[in-house]
């Protein structure tokens, strides 16, 4: 049986990160991960954004073999015994371990039907398998307008292809803009040539001479070669339920990143941690929170204790337009938005209860820790403090 002082369930970038973080603490304990993915771990972002503008795809690799990491690639683990201290996988090899971190991440949203026609978008084999699709002269369906979806079909489009987007919203990114935004974006989208179908789903989808032949939940009928959905994900808890850990929207940890039992941690996408600027539980889906994240959860688990009070920020680009945005960007918010230009440069500031809760900088740049420090300000702040006070 294999037997390690460290084991990491998730082959992603907070195992990666994880790995790391524990050769901070301890440069000799034995680190074994598990991850479903026939790959090492590597970055996600550039597969929606930099690799389809010329970033070479070796560019994208975690460098977690030099760990020392022993990797156990296209392997499921299907169980915990947290009382034995083991895992046991789809091939029923057995691992032991002393501590165990869960970074199995999300779990695919997928349409309500069964198709290998769909690209539902998140790994590497995803990407290989659209990129040459998106090099011939097809037309391509997106369905859904959040982060994945909205860069995809950018993606495509600037490869020159046929684009339509198919939204349920009646905007872009309509959970986190502010809603004349996320309709600006509708325009700028179809200026860009991309077809905009808004306010539309799919429901239902059919082969025809080739085609897929979507059924919108309008009634309608859009034809396209290859359908691309990014319709999110949910926190991979399974096997955290099935541990009996304690699980509330994502496995639920503490301050150290530790779960409901004192061997086994979580971090990353799957993690629900508190977070003292916000004084809330969050759950974060972004690079930064699983670089950081993961590390610290490394750290903790390696003897090096701290405390991940880190307000993680996110980042998208949308064609020629990018943003970073930190802390709680709920549209259903109150907001003030602070333009330099409308629309293509500025700040828009999230409120609750007269504080500063989250902070969008559209087309800003190096001002992710100015908006730290604002959001954990007490306040009262109003429109009127807001007005100018960022970029510093
Ligand atoms: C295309 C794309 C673009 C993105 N762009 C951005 C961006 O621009 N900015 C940003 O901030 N964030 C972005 N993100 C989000 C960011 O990549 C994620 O937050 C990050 O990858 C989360 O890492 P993770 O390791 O926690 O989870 P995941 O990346 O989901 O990794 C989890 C891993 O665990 C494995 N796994 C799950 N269950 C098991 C099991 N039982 N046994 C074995 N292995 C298992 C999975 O196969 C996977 O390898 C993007 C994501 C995608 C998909």
Same mark, same amino acid.
């Given at each position: 049986m294999p037997n390690y002082t460290y084991l990491i369930i998730g082959g992603g970038m907070t195992a990666d990160a994880a790995a790391q973080g524990i050769r901070e603490g301890d440069p000799a304990g034995t680190i074994g991960l598990i991850s479903a @993915? &026939?790959? &090492?771990p590597y970055n996600r972002p550039p597969l929606s954004k930099g690799l389809w503008k010329g @970033? &070479?795809?070796?560019?994208?690799?975690?460098?977690?073999?030099a760990t020392g990491a022993e990797l156990h690639l296209a392997r499921r683990a299907l169980g915990i015994d947290v009382a034995a201290h083991t895992v046991t996988d789809d091939r029923g090899t057995v691992y032991g371990f002393r501590k165990l971190l869960l970074a199995t991440g999300g779990t695919l949203r997928r349409l309500p039907l069964t198709s290998d026609q769909i690209i539902y978008f998140r790994t590497l084999d995803d990407y290989r398998r659209l990129r040459p699709l998106a090099q011939q002269n097809l037309r391509f369906a997106v369905i859904g307008g959040g982060f994945i979806g909205s860069e995809i079909a950018a993606a495509l489009r600037m490869q020159g292809r046929d684009v339509v987007m198919l939204v349920? @919203?009646?905007?872009?990114?309509a959970r986190i803009f502010p809603g004349d935004l996320s309709r600006f974006l509708v325009d700028y989208y179809r200026q860009k040539g991309v077809e905009m179908r808004m306010g539309e789903g799919m429901a239902s989808m059919d082969m025809r001479a080739g085609n897929c032949v979507v059924r919108t939940t309008r009634s309608q009928e859009v034809a396209a070669q290859v359908v691309v959905a990014g319709l999110g994900i949910l926190p991979a808890v399974e096997l955290a339920e099935q541990a009996g850990l304690r699980v509330d929207d994502g496995i639920v940890v503490d301050r150290f990143c530790r779960t409901s039992h004192a061997d086994v941690y979580a971090a990353g996408d799957v993690a629900n941690f508190h977070n003292p600027s916000l004084g809330s539980r969050i759950r974060v889906e972004h690079e930064d929170n699983a670089n950081t994240m993961g590390r610290l959860a490394g750290q903790n688990m390696a003897g090096k204790p701290d405390s991940y009070d880190h307000l993680p920020f996110f980042y998208s680009d949308l064609f020629e337009l990018g943003y970073e945005a930190v802390g709680d960007t709920d549209a259903r918010l109150e907001t003030v938005a602070d333009w330099k230009e409308p629309y293509r440069e500025g700040v828009v500031y999230y409120l609750k209860e007269s504080r500063v809760r989250g902070v969008l900088l559209w087309n800003t740049w190096g001002q992710v820790d100015a908006a730290r420090a604002l959001i954990a300000e007490r306040g009262p702040l109003t429109a009127r403090d807001l007005k100018g006070r960022l970029p510093q």
């Open positions: @993915e &026939p790959h &090492p @970033e &070479p795809e070796e560019s994208i690799w975690r460098k977690t073999a349920p @919203e009646d905007g872009l990114g």
